[in-house]
């Protein structure tokens, strides 16, 4: 799991890239705190292969992103 | 890798392309239709933090901006106050930014529209920026990072545009006498004397002004759309570099064509030259340096000057840190001297060019090695 939350503008998206770089997950949870890093975390998860579906937690999205 | 363009960021580059060169045509100065540095050091300058008395002026603009991003973010649900993410490197950061914007002439947006007047100079700022920008990648690769923000109250994401609005109540307030004064002294009128709080501008870039109200609500549109596009002038170029990803980069390239064809339309382009430029200077070396500053101090900040306002706006109390940062930037700017300034033009039959005071250098130097300094030292300083 990637908890990005807290994290600005491009960190959450490096975050998730070190992460699928170093462990090519085939399904990654990742937490991030705001409608910026959801949709950029989003379109480089998607560019790379990867689905994603959202889910409203509390004031946080959570991620899911799967291949 | 694809990429989505979002409609939005090219509206919003090409309606803040348009609404600089209409409220150049109304008043605000030459290829300063919009300079989120430039205003506020305007800002400074009338709050009397510094006293340079050409750039005094409470710029409508930028209440408007904020103010647009804060309504836009709690109407889409958006707002989230949040804070403590390194306050003092953030306020350093932005000092430093502009610092390096004033030596420059220009934040990112007004080097764009520089450029879309047909000032050459703009173009070596650009290169700098982008130097600037490739420097601060190679440390955010490098795992460069300022530490995570917490939820905070609301008033604590709301004090920097509540202190604006207080501010333009107060300059309203003041303008009667403000204005009376400004005509008075260009007038002629002697013994002509500003007896209002605020300082004001008679003469240079600051007593240039579109109508308030005007200038104003432009501010609040582009507020909104910006805040919505997500427009940052250093995510351009960082998300191509670093992400193949040219959403953002769209805004910064619609801004420059509709200033390019609004200056055409209106008959104001007149090539493209070195020589002359309004409110800028030929002084290639800290045309470059100023905007490498600029640009690696904005990607370690995570956004340009305008996309701090933005995220002010929203809630976000460390970048009304930095804007503060860009304040005090902008008061030490002009108090030692630092700032760049325009070209002396035709002296005794040759081209002078300007020439940036030794302040100036030795802060541009002092600003490069303290931006090594913060970058090398926050490498892996993130997580939890």
Redesign the interface.
């Known amino acids: 799991m990637v ?1 990005a ?7 959450p ?3 998730v ?1 070190e992460e699928i770089k170093k462990n090519n997950p085939s399904e990654l949870v990742v937490l991030v ?4 890093a959801e ?1 950029n975390v989003t ?2 998860a998607e ?1 790379l292969g990867y689905k994603v579906t959202h889910e409203k937690e509390g ?1 946080d999205f959570k991620l899911t992103l799967n291949k | ?4 363009i979002n409609p939005l960021i090219i509206v919003t580059g090409l309606l803040i392309g348009i609404a600089a060169v209409v409220l150049t045509k109304f008043g605000n100065p030459k290829n300063m239709g919009f300079c989120i540095a430039c205003f506020i050091r305007d800002i400074a300058g009338t709050t009397k933090l510094h006293s340079a008395g050409v750039v005094q002026y409470l710029r409508p603009e930028i209440v408007g901006i904020v103010l647009g991003s804060t309504i836009m973010a709690f109407a889409s649900g ?1 707002w ?1 106050a ?1 804070a403590g ?1 390194s306050p003092a490197l953030r306020f350093i950061l932005g000092f430093m930014v502009m610092v390096g914007a004033l030596i420059f002439l220009g934040c990112p947006l007004r080097m764009v529209i520089r450029m879309g007047g047909g000032d050459l100079n703009a173009f070596v700022g650009l290169a700098g920026f982008v130097v600037g920008i490739l420097i601060g990648v190679v440390f ?2 490098k795992g460069f ?2 530490k ?4 905070t109250t609301n008033l604590d994401g709301l004090v920097l545009p509540v202190v604006l609005v207080v501010l333009f109540v107060l300059f309203m307030i003041s303008w009667p006498v403000l204005s009376k004064y400004v005509a008075d002294v260009k007038a002629g009128v002697e013994g002509a004397k500003n007896t209002a709080s605020f300082a004001i501008s008679t003469s240079g870039p600051g007593s240039m002004h579109a109508p308030i109200m005007m200038a104003l609500i432009v501010g609040l549109i582009v507020g909104v759309l910006a805040q919505k596009s ?1 427009m940052c002038m250093v ?1 351009g170029i ?2 191509i570099v ?2 193949k ?1 040219f ?1 953002l980069i769209i805004g910064f390239v619609c801004v420059f064509i509709a200033v390019l064809v609004g200056n055409v339309v209106l008959g104001n382009f007149k090539g493209f030259s070195t020589l002359s430029q309004p409110i800028a200077h030929s002084s290639q070396v800290w045309n470059f340096l100023g905007m490498v500053i600029v640009g690696w101090g904005s990607c370690l900040l ?2 340009c000057p305008l996309r701090q306002l933005i ?1 002010a706006g929203e809630g ?1 109390g ?1 970048s009304a840190v930095t804007v503060i940062g860009m304040l005090v930037g902008a008061a030490f700017a002009h108090n030692f001297a630092l700032a760049g300034g325009a070209d002396p033009g035709m002296v005794d039959g040759a081209y002078k060019v300007f020439s940036l005071s030794n302040n100036g250098k030795l802060a541009a130097i002092c600003c490069l090695i303290a931006l090594l300094i913060i970058s090398c030292t926050n490498l892996k300083a ?1 997580e ?1």
């Open positions: 908890d939350r807290g994290f600005s503008c491009p960190k998206v490096l975050m890239d705190d705001n409608r910026t949709k379109n480089h560019s004031r | 890798m694809k990429t989505k958006e989230r949040k993410s955010l690769k990072g300022l995570r923000n917490y939820d997500r995510g960082r998300d670093m992400f990803n959403n995570g956004g995220l976000n460390d993130e939890k």
